[in-house]
């Protein structure tokens, strides 16, 4: 059972099932008009309806699919989701007089089972507004811009809220999810990392059975954290396989080594492809080519490992949440594609495989808790993200075995300083990522009275919870300079360093 979110083309649609997990309430995400057997095999027990670019007046804006009134189960609308319900049930919605978007403080106007009372600041970001209210309803709540910020039909149990309560700016947005999903759904706070983990290992035995299972490791914690499911639902029909891409971390293969078998005591094979990758990276500079290429030679060197095992048919990969929505095409989830990934968007259409994700629906702090219940070790479990294309795709322009080892050493340089200040890589730590990016671009300089003409290296680190929004790091500005003092000393080929300084949106966290 869940609450679904129904996507209506906002680029957070995922934050609002984010938020009510946090409340531990599972939420599943689903296109506006996704099949309807597709979305109630979910069992929803409460429907929100999302934000979206579109305004409801529009022709052929997207409308609530009617199965919607059929279930009978609670509807909260957001921002563009208020906007629809509002128009479904017979109000009206007009553009408003002036747009509102930012903070706003939102005065709640009477006790209602959605709302906490009092006054507090929300996030608005909309042009339109309800200026006629559909029978039944009642206004729950104003702001000084729009006089029917939140409604409610409290007997049918249908609510719309004009501002976003799913993103931080709304320091209260979390209980009036868990007040919807709670208290007004019924639903149970159920989703906890225990009951995670049992369900993904029953779904896990029923997919597989007694066959022989692959599992594709990278000592990301999603892989490691996917392996270790399977590992736990199967035991020994699963055989790890790490592969050396060329495109690893300094000293990746070696602690991937030595913590992926302590830690799980699963079979794992390591298979040193990196010529192989190299090579067909050759003269390669776009960013999406090399993401396809990558997927292609990733699922090629598994089908060569396979026929060498008997040919397992099911592989293991460490898919997650944001991976799926980022990767949908634009019909079917009516928001932009951002960028494919080597584990969905970037696979070939032909493969050997059934592919093994149990890690599918979950977002990255969710897989973060799964791990440490499975016992995994912290340092594992709170490593660096690291994309599925490797360096590949922080080496912008063409991928060199002189290029990587440039971008390797800086990284290296970068992560291990602010590890040593303990701002990355545990718990509670105040940055949620950083790496280095080497840019095919070059600069004049000079090192010992003598001119330079060579390549710049970004540096990037930023703050997140979700990573799907994030800000970039505020760090000490001794601590840049000792870094880039470092990494123009020691690295050659480099000879200026910049920090990236771009929030996301309207940047990704990775360059490429």
Request: charged residues 20%; neutral net charge; hydrophobic residues 45%.
């Amino acid at each position: 059972m869940a609450i679904v979110v129904l996507d209506f083309g906002s680029q957070y649609a995922q934050l609002i099932a984010r938020r009510v997990r946090e409340q531990g309430v599972y939420s599943e995400i689903f296109p506006y008009d996704a099949p309807r057997e597709e979305v109630l095999a979910a069992q929803p027990q409460g429907v929100i309806l999302s934000g979206g670019p579109a305004s409801v007046y529009a022709p052929q804006a997207p409308q609530i699919p009617p199965w919607v009134w059929e279930q009978g189960v609670p509807v909260l609308g957001i921002c563009y989701g208020m906007q629809a319900l509002t128009h479904a049930l017979g109000g009206a919605v007009n553009p408003a007089p002036r747009r509102e978007y930012g903070l706003a403080e939102l005065e709640v106007l009477r006790a209602n089972p959605l709302l906490p009372t009092g006054r507090y600041p929300v996030w608005m970001s909309h042009g339109d507004r309800i200026e006629r209210l559909p029978s039944g309803f009642e206004v729950l709540a104003r702001t000084a811009n729009s006089p029917i910020a939140a409604m409610g039909d409290l007997q049918r149990r249908y609510f719309g809220v004009q501002f976003h309560p799913e993103v931080q700016h709304t320091p209260r947005g979390g209980e009036i999810l868990r007040r919807f999903a709670v208290d007004i759904c019924r639903a149970a706070p159920d989703w906890v990392p225990e009951n995670i983990i049992a369900a993904s290992v029953a779904r896990v035995r029923r997919q597989v059975g007694r066959e022989p299972v692959l599992a594709a490791v990278s000592g990301g914690v999603d892989s490691s954290v996917a392996a270790a499911l399977v590992h736990r639902a199967v035991g020994e029909q699963l055989t790890a396989v790490f592969v050396d891409t060329g495109l690893l971390r300094a000293g990746e293969r070696e602690q991937v080594e030595a913590a992926f078998r302590q830690a799980l005591g699963a079979r794992l094979l390591v298979v040193d492809a990196a010529n192989e990758f190299l090579q067909a990276l050759r003269e390669v500079t776009d960013p999406e080519a090399k993401r396809r290429i990558i997927g292609e030679k990733f699922i090629r060197v598994f089908e060569r490992v396979a026929r060498g095992l008997g040919q397992p048919r099911f592989l293991v990969q460490g898919t997650i949440y944001p991976d799926v929505v980022e990767s949908r095409a634009p019909d079917r989830s009516h928001a932009h594609r951002i960028k494919s990934h080597h584990n969905v968007g970037g696979l070939p259409e032909q493969m050997d495989f059934e592919l093994v994700e149990p890690l599918r629906y979950l977002f990255k702090d969710e897989v973060r808790a799964v791990g440490e219940a499975l016992g995994l070790p912290r340092g594992l479990v709170w490593r660096q993200p690291f994309p599925g294309p490797g360096l590949a795709v922080r080496c912008l322009g063409e991928v060199t075995p002189q290029r990587l080892a440039r971008l390797r050493a800086a990284d290296a340089i970068f992560t291990h300083t602010l590890e040593e200040a303990g701002l990355i890589n545990r718990a509670g730590s105040p940055v949620s990522q950083a790496f280095a990016v080497l840019l095919p671009v070059k600069s004049v300089g000079v090192m010992g009275d003598q001119r330079t003409y060579q390549e710049t290296l970004v540096l990037r680190a930023v703050v997140t919870d979700d990573f799907m929004t994030a800000a970039w790091a505020r760090l000490p500005d001794d601590l840049l300079a000792r870094v880039s003092r470092r990494i123009v000393n020691e690295v050659a080929g480099i000879n200026r360093v910049v920090y990236d300084i771009t929030t996301k949106p309207p940047a990704t966290i990775e360059w490429e």
